[in-house]
């Protein structure tokens, strides 16, 4: 998947977030994630989408699983 397409949602309050947070750094540290796809997967995904206007419902794809 793109990281263009994810976007980072914790389970706080049912965990602790710094720890949360650490590991998903560490993880992206390992896979070698460029610091820029990271900055959009915490964050900067979600602030574009909700930027951009809403598609049309003739505009959004459909797709069978």
Same mark, same amino acid.
């Given at each position: 998947?793109? /990281? =263009?397409?994810?976007?980072? *949602?914790?389970? !706080? /309050?049912?965990? =602790?977030? *710094?720890?949360?947070? !650490? ?6 540290? =390992? !896979? ?10 915490? *964050? *900067? ?6 930027? =951009? /206007?809403? /598609? ?10």
């Amino acid at each position: 998947v793109e /990281p =263009e397409k994810i976007a980072y *949602g914790s389970d !706080v /309050p049912f965990t =602790e977030f *710094g720890r949360e947070l !650490v590991r998903l750094l560490e993880v992206a540290a =390992e !896979v070698g994630l460029a610091r820029e796809s990271l900055e959009s997967i915490l *964050g *900067g995904n979600l602030r574009r989408w909700m930027e =951009e /206007p809403a /598609p049309a419902p003739a505009e959004c794809e459909l797709r069978s699983s």
